[in-house]
T-cell receptor, first 115, second 114 residues
Framework: QQQVKQSPQSLIVQKGGIPIINCAYE??????FPWYQQFPGKGPALLIA?????SEKKEGRFTISFNKSAKQFSLHIMDSQPGDSATYFC??????????????FGAGTRLAVHP | NAGVTQTPKFQVLKTGQSMTLQCAQD?????MYWYRQDPGMGLRLIYY???????DKGEVPNGYNVSRLNKREFSLRLESAAPSQTSVYFC?????????????FGPGTRLTVL
């Protein structure tokens, strides 16, 4: 119920391509959906996030599409560059009584953008 | 600001040895977290501290203990290391429990248990 399923595990695209990473969830209590980007040897860093009352959010070349009825969301990277090569994690936040909340992470997608 | 710092960066232990992973943040954040990252499994929450003086178990707490020493520091202890604890450990912090506060991650500690 608290899982977030992420696909694909790995992805290779050419420079300028549009990689798409998909995530699906079951728990309708999730109320916030961030994406994290992780470079080798570094900790994850927040890339972009969306609330469930919004169907799309763009920040630069990164776009999240959110389908509440299908319980799916995806990350699109426009005009991908070799510098985008990293591991991407989707996540979903759940809030408990008392205000505590936690993130559930997908398994990650390793993206390689070839020149 | 250094953000979230972790020591050590790398560690090799033998089965049964103990060690403490250190984490500190200089952003005056209230909440701190310990995650482990394993291939194909994303990040899983071990323990968290919603505020100074409180700690609670996450998804995978077995074999670990934590101490929130003060507002800045949150340590993770392995009392008797096992090969299953070979992983990359990340500490994170966030300003508080407000709904859309971002979590900031440290650079990680790569631990190998032989």
């Amino acid at each position: 119920q608290q899982q977030v399923k992420q696909s694909p595990q790995s992805l290779i695209v050419q420079k300028g391509g549009i990689p798409i990473i998909n995530c699906a969830y079951e728990n309708t209590a999730f109320d916030y959906f961030p994406w994290y980007q992780q470079f080798p040897g570094k900790g994850p860093a927040l890339l972009i996030a969306i609330r469930p009352d919004v169907s799309e959010k763009k920040e630069g070349r990164f776009t999240i599409s959110f389908n509440k009825s299908a319980k799916q969301f995806s990350l699109h990277i426009m005009d991908s560059q070799p510098g985008d090569s990293a591991t991407y994690f989707c996540a979903a936040k759940i809030t408990f009584s008392g205000g505590y909340n936690k993130l559930i992470f997908g398994a990650g997608t390793r993206l390689a953008v070839h020149p | 600001n250094a953000g979230v710092t972790q020591t050590p960066k790398f560690q090799v232990l033998k089965t049964g040895q103990s060690m403490t992973l250190q984490c500190a943040q200089d952003m005056n954040h209230n909440s701190m977290y310990w995650y482990r990252q394993d291939p194909g499994m994303g990040l899983r929450l071990i323990y968290y501290s919603a505020s100074e003086g409180t700690t609670d178990k996450g998804e995978v707490p077995n074999g670990y203990n934590v101490s929130r020493l003060n507002k800045r520091e949150f340590s993770l202890r392995l009392e008797s290391a096992a090969p299953s604890q070979t992983s990359v450990y990340f500490c994170a912090s966030r300003p508080g429990l407000a709904a859309y506060n971002e979590q900031f991650f440290g650079p990680g500690t790569r631990l190998t248990v032989l």
